[in-house]
T-cell receptor, first 117, second 118 residues
Framework: GAVVSQHPSWVICKSGTSVKIECRSL??????MFWYRQFPKQSLMLMAT?????????EQGVEKDKFLINHASLTLSTLTVTSAHPEDSSFYIC?????????????FGPGTRLTVL | AQKITQTQPGMFVQEKEAVTLDCTYD???????LFWYKQPSSGEMIFLIY??????QNATEGRYSLNFQKARKSANLVISASQLGDSAMYFC???????????????FGKGTLLTVNP
């Protein structure tokens, strides 16, 4: 199946700093990628849809100035958590649909665990 | 709007037995796709199985099968011959409409934590 990678897999930062998370589709092109966050023992919450070459579409309640998304190429989307605070500590996962046909499958990256001190 | 309901927060099963994880859905679309994902403690989301709304046969993938009852709007996951490595969180998800576009979202249920006992 299609492979999606994320970097870093975990990061610890101080409050007030910014953190960038990369999401790459390794063996396919992804015009659209999705960013989720997940708190412990909860489901995935869609934050935004990242579109190559255009602005991201944010879900209601997600601060676009805090969670900056850039989808500069067909294989790379980045999520930057700006001025991170402890409440931003979470598990962030990206995904993309594998190409071809109505039975496309959404493939997920391995996730990034962010801890803000 | 689409909605996925997983009513079992946790399930326990003995090794080598079968287990059914429940999933019901709600959508006004005629064309939709249903997915099951497994999330072990490492956090990665692993695709298990897919069922399209127009598929007449229930999907199967190895030890996984999807019991699709369209009239009841249910898409239960059946795991046969459970293994210790099946212990994980399981999420049911839906895409509607199911047109294959790259920007369609998945709607997730709250998940079921499955524990396989030796």
């Amino acid at each position: 199946g299609a492979v999606v990678s994320q970097h870093p897999s975990w990061v610890i930062c101080k409050s007030g700093t910014s953190v960038k998370i990369e999401c790459r589709s390794l063996d396919f092109q992804a015009t659209t990628m999705f960013w989720y966050r997940q708190f412990p023992k909860q489901s995935l919450m869609l934050m935004a849809t990242s579109n190559e070459g255009s602005k991201a579409t944010y879900e209601q309640g997600v601060e676009k100035d805090k969670f900056l998304i850039n989808h500069a190429s067909l294989t790379l989307s980045t999520l930057t958590v700006t001025s991170a605070h402890p409440e931003d500590s979470s598990f962030y996962i990206c995904s993309a649909w594998g190409h071809g046909g109505i039975t496309d499958t959404q493939y997920f990256g391995p996730g990034t665990r962010l801890t803000v001190l | 709007a689409q909605k996925i309901t997983q009513t079992q927060p946790g399930m326990f099963v003995q090794e080598k037995e079968a287990v059914t994880l429940d999933c019901t859905y709600d959508t006004s679309d005629q064309s939709y796709g249903l997915f099951w994902y497994k999330q072990p403690s490492s956090g990665e989301m692993i695709f298990l199985i897919y069922q399209g709304s127009y598929d007449e046969q229930n999907a199967t993938e190895g030890r996984y099968s999807l019991n699709f009852q369209k009239a009841r709007k249910s898409a239960n996951l059946v795991i046969s011959a459970s293994q210790l490595g099946d212990s994980a969180m399981y999420f049911c998800a839906m895409r509607a409409p199911n047109s294959g576009g790259s920007n369609y979202k998945l709607t997730f249920g709250k998940g079921t934590l499955l524990t396989v006992n030796p």
